[in-house]
C-alpha cells in the first residue's frame, strides 16, 4: 500500500487564496516538496506556506537550474520523482506544492510523468486560482462574457502571430513575458493597442506592480511573473 503524492496549487502569491482542501491537505502531509529556482518566483511558494500555515512544516526543497537543455531538466525531474517515490513507498502522504493552478502551466505536470514512469502511484490534482483570474480580477476586467472567446498563449517568438489571436478572440491573455516586455510593447504601440492593455506583475504579491494601461508603465518594468490582458476582435 502507497501513499499519495498531491499536487497542490497555491494560487497567485496572495496566503487567503488557497482553498480550503488544499489547507486541509497541507496541514495533514508527512513532506511537502517544494521545487526551488535562484531566479524564479518557485522559492516564494514556501513564503505563502509559512505565511498561510505557519512554520515548521515538514518542507523538503528541490532546487532546479536555470537550464532550458531538456537533458538536464529530466535529470533532475527524475530525481524527484525518485526522491517522492521514496517517500510514497514508505506510504507517506507527500504534497508538491506549486504557484497558480497546477494544471496550467504547472511544473506539477514534469514530475508526475516522472514518477509515472516508476510505478503506478497514487497521484491527485488540487487546484487552484491562476494568476489569469486573479490578474483579471485586480485589473478589473473580464476575462468573457456572453458568447465571446479568450485566448491565453505564451508570448511567441513571432509576435505577429498575436494578430490572429486577436482577430479570433474577444480577449487574449499574453503569459511568458519575462525579458520581452519591450518587444511586447513595441508591437502593441505598432497596432495601436496599447492603451487598452492591461499589465500586472507577481500579482497576489506584496511588490505587484499593476497597471490598467500599458502606457502607464513606469521605465524599467520587468516582464517576470506577469501577463498582458489585450482586447480583441469586438463582439
Known sequence: MNGVLYGIGLGPGDPELLTLKAVRILKDADVILVPRGKKTGWGAAADI????LGSGLPIQELIFPMERNPEILEAHWNNAAAAAAEELDREKTVAFVTLGDVAFYSTFSYLARALEKLGNYRIERIPGISSVQHGAARLNRELALGGSSVGIYPLPENLERLDSALAE???VVVMKI???????RDFLQSRNIEKSAGFIRKAGFPDELMALSMENLPEGAEGYLS?????GKTI
Not at 178 to 184: P, S, T, V, Y
Not at 227 to 231: D, F, G, P, Q, Y
Open 49 to 52: 506556506l509559512n505565511s498561510a
Open 169 to 171: 478572440h474577444e480577449t
Open 178 to 184: 519575462g525579458e520581452r516586455l519591450g518587444e511586447l
Open 227 to 231: 501577463l498582458a490582458i489585450l482586447e
